[in-house]
């Protein structure tokens, strides 16, 4: 089956402690996205790519960084610099950056311990 | 700036029709999309409108006036499943701005 899987679904970290969430997709997507939803919030973009080996700040990038070294796979990393953490984190996929459709993963809840 | 604005909650009873509205000002529009999201899931994709009209599928038909800024979505017959948040979002350059989104009660 073709999708977009998130793991873990729950993440807890520690005071200092970068963290990494997984995100990857079977879609032959090129585009893909990361975004931070707070409870009773939209979704706020963190960071985007639109090919492999490269990608773009969102909104809200401070804290997090990324890598796109195979088209399936779009790792977030949370830095001990993002001092409020704790939130839905989303991962999503599109044909292409300008596609109105996104798929979005499961979601990972990070929180902070 | 890009902005978009819907209302924060809406509630209606089993069976009735209910419209979100959602108005938006941003640079580089595309179109508009409209997205569920049930408690604690993932968002998944309604529809989207990138001229000016009705879009009919199934149920839910939506809504856009590019001139004004404006469009909305419409819930027909409205069922208990169909309770939770929706939000608007506008395609920009190479990405989708969203909405706050609009927590719909569905009541018995």
């Known amino acids: 089956d073709g999708g977009i899987t998130q ?8 005071e200092g402690q970068n963290v990494t969430l997984s995100c990857e997709q079977n879609l032959n997507h090129d585009a893909m996205y990361w975004y931070r939803q707070d409870p009773g919030q939209g979704l706020r973009l963190i960071y985007y790519s639109q090919i492999v ?4 700040k969102g909104d809200i990038a401070e804290g997090y960084s990324v890598s796109r070294e195979k088209k399936e796979s779009f790792p977030l990393t949370v830095t001990s610099a993002q001092k409020n953490p704790t939130a839905f984190y989303l991962c999503a996929s599109s044909t292409s950056g300008t596609e109105e459709t996104q798929y979005f993963g499961p979601g990972t809840r990070l929180l902070v311990l | 700036g890009q902005s978009l604005e819907q209302p924060s909650e809406v509630t209606a009873v089993e069976g009735a029709i209910v419209q979100i509205n959602c108005t938006y000002q941003t640079s580089g529009f595309y179109g508009l999309s409209w ?14 409108n990138a001229l000016d009209g009705l879009e009919e599928t199934g149920r839910f ?3 856009l006036s590019r001139s004004d800024s404006y469009g909305y979505l419409l819930l027909q017959e409205l069922q208990m499943k ?15 701005i ?10 018995p």
């Open chain 2, 61 to 63: 038909s939506s809504f």
């Open chain 1, 7 to 14: 793991s873990p679904k729950y993440l807890f970290r520690k």
């Open chain 2, 82 to 96: 169909d309770s939770a948040s929706y939000f608007c979002a506008v395609s920009a350059t190479n990405k989708l």
């Open chain 2, 35 to 48: 997205y569920q999201q049930h408690d604690g899931g993932a968002p998944t994709f309604l529809s989207y």
């Open chain 2, 98 to 107: 969203f909405g706050t989104g609009t927590l719909l009660a569905v009541q």
């Open chain 1, 53 to 56: 080996n490269d990608f773009q």
